[in-house]
């Protein structure tokens, strides 16, 4: 088989793999519980090729993901449940759906008019989903008006998006300053908890801090994932350049004390505010 920039060869590829007689030995041991992984992993290394700006990666790491889908679509396919075609046209369905002010008849709509069509034609969504799965013998209770946010979400993404929706019926606080507050409380909170040496309760109260600051990142329309992987970055930044300025004077990270090593930290943050 040949290279080919085809979908359609992609599709044929992955039939291939999963032959019962001829395919790979690994592709034909796995399920949709097994790749589920794999999608996850692929998923953020797109974003983290878009976060370094390496393009030539992207390109890569986009035709993994894209693997991903025929993957799923492919053990779909041989369970009778749907293929690929079929994701095609769900996509393709529900993007004309929700644009009908861009290949509809609703033209010159304004954002907040966009907006409300969109969470009505969401709505309308969402009630066919259930009658499918109700046609398909599946249960109707997706967990109420929080359902369907993944669960496999990251932690501080899936807080953000549960507090988001249940801000819409009204359940937020309606003050920034509120949340502050809100913050100083749960830290107060994880402060009783250390005391008590329950290890529970600590991790309880650590939960309800993080969600809390979720909360706020979310008040200032800040993406709280986005923020802690941005620090996650400068702390590796600034952490790397304790380590070289030891090096230059032939020591090591063990060999430094932690006064030192605050002082190097300090000294890469002020160079990190140079260069912002």
Not at 68 to 78: D, G, I, P, R
Not at 242 to 259: G, H, M, V, Y
């Given at each position: 088989?040949?290279?080919?920039?085809?979908?359609?060869?992609?599709?044929?590829?992955?039939?291939?793999?999963?032959?019962?007689?001829?395919?790979?030995?690994?592709?034909?041991?796995?399920?949709?519980?097994?790749?589920?992984?794999?999608?996850?992993?692929?998923?953020?290394?797109?974003?983290?090729?878009?976060?370094?700006?390496?393009?030539?990666?992207?390109?890569?790491?986009?035709?993994?993901?894209?693997?991903?889908?025929?993957?799923?679509?492919?053990?779909?396919?041989?369970?009778?449940?749907?293929?690929?075609?079929?994701?095609?046209?769900?996509?393709?369905?529900?993007?004309?759906?929700r644009h009908?002010?861009?290949?509809?008849?609703?033209?010159?709509?304004?954002?907040?008019?966009?907006?409300?069509?969109?969470?009505?034609?969401?709505?309308?969504?969402?009630?066919?989903?259930?009658?499918?799965?109700?046609?398909?013998?599946?249960?109707?209770?997706?967990?109420?008006?929080?359902?369907?946010?993944?669960?496999?979400?990251?932690?501080?993404?899936?807080?953000?998006?549960?507090?988001?929706?249940?801000?819409?019926?009204?359940?937020?606080?309606?003050?920034?300053?509120?949340?502050?507050?809100?913050?100083?409380?749960?830290?107060?909170?994880?402060?009783?908890?250390?005391?008590?040496?329950?290890?529970?309760?600590?991790?309880?109260?650590?939960?309800?801090?993080l969600f809390?600051?979720?909360?706020?990142?979310?008040?200032?329309?800040?993406?709280?994932?986005?923020?802690?992987?941005?620090?996650?970055?400068?702390?590796?930044?600034?952490f790397s350049?304790?380590?070289?300025?030891?090096?230059?004077?032939?020591?090591?990270?063990?060999?430094?004390?932690?006064?030192?090593?605050?002082?190097?930290?300090?000294?890469?943050?002020?160079?990190?505010?140079?260069?912002?």
């Open positions: 088989m040949s290279p080919s920039s085809d979908l359609e060869r992609l599709l044929e590829i992955m039939a291939a793999l999963r032959d019962p007689k001829t395919g790979c030995p690994w592709d034909l041991e796995q399920d949709f519980a097994s790749i589920a992984p794999y999608t996850l992993e692929e998923a953020y290394e797109v974003v983290d090729a878009i976060e370094r700006g390496d393009f030539v990666d992207l390109k890569e790491e986009l035709g993994d993901l894209l693997l991903q889908v025929v993957f799923h679509s492919q053990l779909a396919e041989e369970k009778g449940l749907f293929a690929f075609p079929d994701v095609v046209e769900a996509i393709t369905n529900k993007l004309l759906r009908p002010h861009v290949f509809g008849d609703a033209r010159d709509m304004s954002p907040a008019e966009v907006k409300a069509v969109w969470d009505r034609i969401k709505q309308q969504e969402k009630a066919e989903r259930l009658a499918a799965r109700e046609k398909a013998g599946l249960s109707r209770d997706i967990n109420g008006f929080l359902g369907g946010i993944p669960t496999p979400l990251p932690a501080l993404t899936r807080a953000q998006k549960l507090t988001t929706k249940a801000a819409k019926v009204g359940f937020d606080w309606p003050e920034t300053k509120q949340v502050v507050d809100k913050i100083h409380e749960e830290l107060e909170e994880v402060r009783e908890a250390a005391e008590s040496g329950i290890r529970d309760r600590i991790e309880d109260e650590i939960g309800d801090l809390a600051v979720t909360n706020l990142a979310r008040h200032h329309d800040i993406d709280p994932e986005a923020a802690l992987r941005r620090t996650n970055a400068k702390f590796e930044r600034r350049a304790i380590e070289a300025a030891l090096a230059k004077a032939n020591r090591t990270l063990d060999e430094a004390s932690l006064e030192e090593m605050e002082r190097l930290w300090v000294e890469a943050k002020l160079q990190d505010r140079k260069q912002s």
